[in-house]
């Protein structure tokens, strides 16, 4: 499902970017420039985020 539709970012790439480390709406807009152009998609990514990161352990906290 596309979330950002400014940049074509779809949910997909927001929980790739989840397990590649990114915590926060902020990681994930520096690597995919979700939020960067409308915001309209901020909370949508918001959430998709949250969800990931209690689905999946972070293990770049720790380190």
Known sequence: ???C???AITDTQ???AVS???ISLAD?????GVGSQCGK???MAG???QRQLDIEPNYYEVA
Not at 28 to 32: A, G, I, N, T, Y
């Open 1 to 3: 499902m596309y979330v």
């Open 5 to 7: 539709l400014c940049h």
């Open 14 to 16: 927001i929980k790739e």
């Open 20 to 22: 590649q480390g990114d």
């Open 28 to 32: 994930v807009k520096k690597r995919l």
């Open 41 to 43: 998609c901020t909370k």
């Open 47 to 49: 959430q998709i985020i």
